[in-house]
């Protein structure tokens, strides 16, 4: 049989390629960068461990933990210092810890009297017409207030999205807040009932969820994969034309300045969806327009890793991070204390905050370039957490497209993806733009879009590997190409 051509070596495509392959079923993985893992980046130096991307992922599917053991990598996975658990939100300029149980919430400084009243009464709110799309701010007024608006969600939204509440849809950007309401009415009756149904489903919420990483960060993950794939992956390989003919798929890609065709019995796009604009779709000689995917806004975000002389910072950086509300009026979107949550972040002594600027609240922020960047992160530290010193480490790594936004009217682009689905039989989307922003929904996406594809191709019998384990397609020939080792790696990929 031909293999399975994946485009795009993000977490997505690289996780789905590795569940085929392990099922008997060739995979060619077309990436037109120089590394594996998208986004995913760690960097070490002078002692430092700097996260470009992500940060952390969230167990939130046993599917996720199934990958490391699969692996071989849960002797390296480290889950996150149970001490660290603090979350601050930033309030009249300062860090006020988010209550962690339901009798803090009442004493907590962080609301007021009446926006703790409105808590209460919540369980009164009425639904909107089931056609009504409300963005998450209109979601969020209804049930809660202004003040949780912009004190609770606003950070919340630009921690987890970089993104603007007003502008994102609840439904698909938040779906099982949506579904809560649809089933319970209320959210607090929601999150107290629905703990029952994530327990069947082996499934825990994302404020449970254990957050994992390894001891040199998360590109330990992708390398891993990327070693497994091997020669299946075929880098500085950008695919310019996808098209479906009678007996297959046929995927053109450019390879050192030529056209090289390969045949593949079903494609997986896992690239971001503004790379789908510049191939060409073609189904039964007829095209396909899609281009309406590069319409989805990315908005650009910066990562800022600053170290310090433990000393040098006053707060006592015991938690998570903090998030900052855009009625703060502050630059930086918020800070993961990254040296709290892991080990070998740091030099003994010092410690390490990654900060983010941009997004949707302010694009321009997120390309100012690496001197702005870091002056204005520092500014803030210095109000925020009491900095007094200079920064003894500093890696700044800038996203034009960081994050797609799941804006109010997203379902357009989830409906185009169906139609080409069922328009096109063994083509398949999977990715942070289909199934969820973060890792673990891009890990578990790829798991998913495993079974879509398996079902496709009828769970065929497959060929023996190749001496030395490589499985391999049985088209055309595909070149080699000169530096596709997988190792650590610095520049930007796909998502």
């Known amino acids: 049989m031909n293999s399975v051509a994946i485009i795009g070596a993000g977490i997505t495509g690289l996780t789905a ?91 907590s400084p962080l609301f007021s009297a009446s926006a703790k ?9 009425r639904r909107p017409p ?37 502008r994102l849809s609840v439904r698909h950007a938040f779906p099982r807040l949506l579904a809560l309401e649809q089933k319970y009415r209320s959210l607090i009756l929601g999150q107290i009932l629905g703990a029952r149904e994530r327990k069947r489903r082996q499934e825990v919420s994302k404020q449970e969820a254990r957050k994992l990483s390894f001891d040199e960060g998360l590109q330990v993950l992708t390398d891993t994969l990327g070693e497994n ?18 007996n297959g798929w046929v995927v053109t890609s450019r390879v050192k300045g030529t056209n090289v065709q390969t045949e593949h019995d079903a494609v997986l796009f896992t690239s971001p969806a503004y790379v789908a604009p510049e191939i060409r779709l073609i189904a039964e000689g007829r095209p396909i327009d899609w281009s309406a995917l590069g319409d989805i806004k990315y908005p650009p975000v910066a990562s800022v890793v600053l170290g310090f002389r433990r000393e040098d910072v006053v707060h006592p950086l015991n938690g998570f991070g ?84 799941y804006e109010v009217g997203y379902g357009r682009f989830k409906q185009l993806m ?13 990715g942070h733009y289909r199934d969820g922003i973060s890792l673990g929904d891009s890990i ?22 190749p001496e030395g384990g490589k499985t391999r397609g049985t088209a055309r020939p595909f070149p080699s190409l000169e530096g596709s080792g997988v190792g650590p790696s610095s520049g930007p990929g796909s998502a």
């Not at 009243?117 to 709110?125: C, H, R, S, V, Y």
């Open 130 to 166: 089931g056609d009504v799309e409300e963005s998450v701010a209109q979601f969020v007024l209804r049930h809660l207030g202004q003040e949780f608006l912009d004190y609770a969600i606003n950070p919340l939204v630009a921690g987890i999205y970089a993104g603007d509440p007003a």
């Open 322 to 405: 903090m998030l900052i509300p855009a009625v703060e009026r502050f630059c930086i979107l918020g800070a993961i204390f990254s040296s709290s949550l892991f080990p070998n972040r740091a030099p003994q002594g010092h410690v390490t905050v990654t900060c983010y600027l941009g997004g949707t609240r302010a694009p321009e922020l997120g390309l100012v370039g690496e001197d702005k960047a870091v002056e204005l992160t520092l500014k803030d530290l210095s109000a925020i957490l009491g900095l007094r010193g200079q920064p003894t480490f500093r890696h700044y790594f800038a996203f034009p497209k960081a994050i797609p936004q």
């Open 444 to 465: 578990v996406s790829g798991c998913n879009a495993v079974e879509r594809v398996v079902k496709c191709l009828g769970n065929p019998v497959p060929a023996p590997p």
């Open 17 to 107: 390629a590795f569940y085929l392959k392990r099922k008997g079923i060739p995979v060619t993985v077309y990436e037109a960068g120089g590394h594996v893992g998208g986004v995913i980046q760690s960097v070490r130096r002078d002692g430092y461990l700097a996260e470009c991307g992500p940060n952390s992922a969230l167990e939130t599917s046993p599917k996720i933990a199934d990958l490391v053991r699969d692996l071989g990598l849960e002797s390296r996975r480290w889950y996150s210092d149970p001490a660290a658990e603090n979350r601050y939100i930033v309030r009249g300029g300062k860090p006020v810890l988010v209550p962690g149980k339901p009798q803090q919430f009442f004493t």
């Open 117 to 125: 009243f409105n808590l209460l009464t919540e369980i009164f709110t």
């Open 418 to 430: 169906d139609d080409i689905e069922r328009q096109a039989p063994g083509f398949f989307f999977a």
């Open 229 to 246: 794939l091997g020669r299946d992956v075929h880098y500085r390989c950008p695919v310019t034309a996808i098209e479906k003919k009678p």
